[in-house]
């Protein structure tokens, strides 16, 4: 497959790259951190109603800009770069793509215009195992006559203790693995839901836990079979793995570009560093996982575009999507390391911006779970 950005592609790219050096500077980062919600309400209703973000892969039948996802993929890799505050991911790339995948036309037609206009919402399907897979799900709904009733919580939910709509996935009573997977879709005020915050290393991007007890939802809520779904989560769950993995490439790049800047100006013997060859070398390696990350998410983006339009190459997106989980993690994981190193000691005081890349580096098992 050969790739390149269109020029529409290259507008969005520089779009964002200006926007988000503008609103996204380490201090407004660090702001955003040291709160619960996480992020900036005005912020985020400024890129809804000024960028309109949080459309750009929405059909244009419900109020978005219909664009694919290598667009939205390159909005990603700089919100990455910038370490963006803000519920997108959780909103656009989680239950966003749940509603795109899973989601009846009735149901689309109601909560995509609403994501569109501004409201946050969020995937909930991890439970209190630590696993990521289909065996994470033990919250049990079980159908009573028309009505489901929902029994369990959910922990390490993105942006879960503030979303206002969410999508969550049940099993019935005594199913294991990937049978009598069910997902529903429901306004996070419910009644019998509670939520709060859990503190994790990454706070550029909050989680929450969800405790359902006797949550009453109407068969409207049901997103496609009962007890059928895993299917369609499996799929929600690899492209949110691409947008994660974009987000990484994003943040391997920030964590060269803000390492270069630094070895051009600090001297060393009467010379910069950056002009000796070792330090050369590695920042070349910084470079070649970079550049093969991003290589993996735009295939992989190339690829989600064809498994959301139904193509016959979307059924390698699992495939894809590991491999882009796996080059971009270690990129990201690489670049912030090798950072810390090359800034030496001033590398871990928040003068330098590669101290925040670098705790989001070490947290990014928990960043790379969806």
């Known amino acids: 497959m050969e790739f390149k950005f269109t020029e529409e592609q290259e507008m969005i790219r520089a779009t964002a790259d200006s926007?988000?050096?503008?609103?996204s500077t380490s201090e407004a980062v660090r702001l955003a951190m040291a709160t619960e919600l996480g992020y900036d309400p005005e912020l985020w209703q400024r890129v809804c109603q000024q960028m309109f973000w949080q459309a750009i892969h929405i059909p244009e039948?419900?109020?978005?800009?219909?664009?694919?996802?290598?667009?939205?993929?390159?909005?990603?890799?700089?919100?990455?770069?910038y370490l963006f505050c803000a519920p997108f991911y959780a909103t656009v790339c989680l239950a966003g793509n749940a509603l795109l995948v899973a989601g009846t036309q009735e149901q689309k037609a109601q909560y995509l215009p609403e994501i569109v206009s501004g409201k946050t919402a969020t995937l909930a399907y991890?439970?209190?195992?630590?696993?990521?897979?289909?065996?994470?799900i033990d919250v049990t709904c079980e159908q009573r006559g028309e009505s489901y009733f929902l029994n369990g919580s959910y922990r390490y939910v993105p942006d879960g203790h503030s979303a206002q709509l969410l999508v969550v996935a049940a099993r019935t009573p005594g199913s294991s693995g990937t049978d009598g997977i069910s997902?529903?879709?429901?306004?996070a005020d419910s009644a019998g839901i509670s939520r709060q915050w859990l503190p994790t290393m990454d706070q550029t991007r909050k989680q929450g836990q969800l405790v359902f007890e006797n949550v009453c939802l109407p068969p409207?809520?049901?997103?496609?079979?009962?007890?059928?779904?895993?299917?369609?989560?499996?799929?929600?769950?690899?492209?949110?793995t691409v947008a994660i993995a974009a987000d990484?490439?994003?943040?391997?790049?920030?964590?060269?570009d803000s390492t270069v800047g630094y070895l051009q100006e600090r001297v060393q013997f009467g010379r910069v560093i950056a002009s000796y060859q070792a330090v050369k070398h590695k920042a070349a390696d910084m470079m070649l996982k970079v550049e093969a990350g991003r290589s993996a998410i735009?295939?992989?983006?190339?690829?989600?575009?064809e498994a959301l339009a139904g193509g016959a190459l979307g059924e390698q997106l699992a495939e894809a999507a590991s491999i882009a989980?796996?080059?971009?993690?270690?990129?990201y994981f690489f670049n912030a390391g090798c950072g810390i190193q090359l800034h030496g000691g001033v590398g871990f005081t928040a003068e330098y911006d590669i101290q925040l890349l670098s705790l989001i580096h070490i947290s990014e098992p928990t960043r790379l779970q969806v």
Request: with cysteine; aromatic share 12%.
């Open 298 to 305: 735009y295939y992989a983006a190339c690829i989600a575009d």
């Open 220 to 240: 409207e809520s049901l997103m496609g079979d009962y007890g059928q779904a895993w299917p369609q989560l499996e799929k929600i769950i690899d492209l949110a």
């Open 126 to 136: 991890t439970g209190s195992s630590g696993r990521w897979d289909a065996a994470a």
């Open 61 to 81: 039948e419900y109020g978005g800009m219909g664009l694919g996802y290598v667009e939205l993929m390159a909005m990603l890799e700089q919100m990455g770069r």
């Open 19 to 23: 926007f988000l050096a503008e609103v």
């Open 325 to 331: 989980k796996a080059y971009c993690s270690d990129a």
């Open 248 to 256: 990484q490439v994003g943040g391997a790049q920030q964590s060269l």
């Open 183 to 187: 997902l529903f879709v429901l306004p």
